[in-house]
């Protein structure tokens, strides 16, 4: 299954936000949409990062509740990476686990197109695995 179909599915909706929010609000902003990461924008909307809320947890840890006066630029990871329309669910896995993250941003052509979570990979792969049993009792049946 490639990421188009998974977009297809969940929609491309994502939630950006600035270099400039702090980490107070991009907090605040996390739990009201419940998501796990933003992705960080330009003015000229141009992906230049990602935090998540382990990113937020970890800056906390180290500089106390001060650290939510923080501008996300302060805390954001720069290498966004980042996964395209085309790729498959095992690229993104590899991906994941390799970076050992779980939000990629789909950046087709410089253009944000959405983001797949490691909640949206599992879900398809179980289907998949469901899918290839149904098709093996079929097999063995048959």
Not at 38 to 43: A, C, F, G, S
Not at 83 to 102: A, N, P, Q, Y
Request: hydrophobic fraction near 40%.
């Amino acid at each position: 299954m490639a990421v188009s179909e998974i977009l297809a599915e969940k929609g491309g909706n994502v939630v950006t936000i600035s270099q400039q929010t702090t980490l107070e609000d991009a907090a605040r902003i996390l739990a009201n949409h419940k998501i796990g990461a933003l992705v960080v924008v330009t003015d000229s909307d141009q992906v230049c990062g990602i935090v998540s809320e382990r990113d937020i947890v970890r800056d906390i840890a180290n500089a106390g509740a001060s650290a939510l006066e923080k501008t996300v630029s302060e805390c954001m990871t720069h290498r966004v990476v980042s996964c395209t329309s085309d790729d498959v669910i095992d690229t993104l896995m590899e991906k994941m686990t390799v970076g050992k993250f779980r939000h990629l941003p789909v950046i087709d052509h410089g253009i944000l197109k959405g983001i797949v979570s490691i909640g949206d990979v599992v879900k398809r792969k179980i289907k998949q695995a469901e899918r290839d049993a149904e098709e093996m009792k079929r097999y063995i049946a048959g």
